[in-house]
């Protein structure tokens, strides 16, 4: 079975930042911070403000949940239809074929 991660602006920290949220099959596991200055970004914010806002228990209880299950991203193998589409950190854990679909 083959599994999608997807990518979200949203608000994160009670609301005083805005990052890139990561999701497995629509659980947040992980995020990337966005530079200094993106709160200025008006299409950034109005993009946040479209979706819902997380807090580190979201990302910590996903990735708890993940990794029970055995099928966390960062720490299993798992078979991912757009591995392009994982943090950059990841991708060298996935070989070309994983990106070939």
């Known amino acids: 079975m083959s599994y999608?991660?997807?990518?979200?602006?949203?608000?994160?920290?009670?609301?005083?930042?805005?990052?890139?949220m990561y999701f497995f099959e629509g659980i947040p596991f992980t995020f990337d911070e966005m530079p200094d200055g993106h709160l200025y970004d008006r299409d950034l914010v109005a993009e946040a403000n479209k979706n819902k806002s997380y807090e580190i228990e979201d990302v910590y209880k996903g990735s708890n949940y993940m990794i029970m299950e055995s099928m966390h991203p960062c720490f299993d193998m798992v078979e991912i239809s757009n591995a392009k589409d994982l943090p950059e950190d990841l991708i060298p854990f996935y070989d070309e074929e994983d990106f070939m679909g």
């Open 4 to 20: 999608t991660i997807t990518t979200k602006h949203v608000w994160y920290n009670e609301e005083k930042i805005i990052v890139k």
